[in-house]
């Protein structure tokens, strides 16, 4: 597939207060990608989307990622059966990071470790414990 071309914002107000998407992905070409539960407001990932990634969710309705580890892009739920149907999408006010609003199917988790977040534990005193 081609990689997509975003626009780029003509300057500050533009990127700031303008109604064109205009993404800033970083030197690595990525972008973070924060998901919630639609439905109950709770975080569950932060994730990576390259332009690939952002312009099929943007398309397709469902949320694409890219693996930094794999080096490649992915669905979400594409073998775990944990698909994300993405309700709405926001990008932050200068637009380096992007909001899903997603709903899980599958079993309703998100992490690969099968809890419901990837953010199940908590610090602490200095060290880790769980709390899904």
């Known amino acids: 597939m081609n990689t997509p071309a975003f626009p780029v914002a003509p300057d500050t107000l533009g990127l700031e207060r303008g109604t064109v998407l205009a993404p800033r992905f970083d030197e690595q070409g990525l972008i973070a990608a924060i998901a919630t539960d639609a439905r109950r407001g709770e975080v569950l990932m932060l994730a990576w989307m390259d332009a690939e990634a952002l312009d099929l969710t943007l398309r397709t309705g469902q949320a694409h990622y890219f693996s930094r580890s794999r080096g490649k892009l992915w ?33 309703g988790g998100a992490c690969h470790v099968g809890f419901r977040s990837c953010f199940y534990r908590v610090v602490e005193g200095g060290a880790l414990a769980e709390r899904p």
């Open 75 to 107: 669905r979400k739920g594409e073998t775990s059966g944990q698909v994300q149907s993405v309700e709405e999408v926001r990008v932050d006010c200068d637009q380096d990071a992007v909001w899903l609003k997603v709903v899980p199917g599958g079993d």
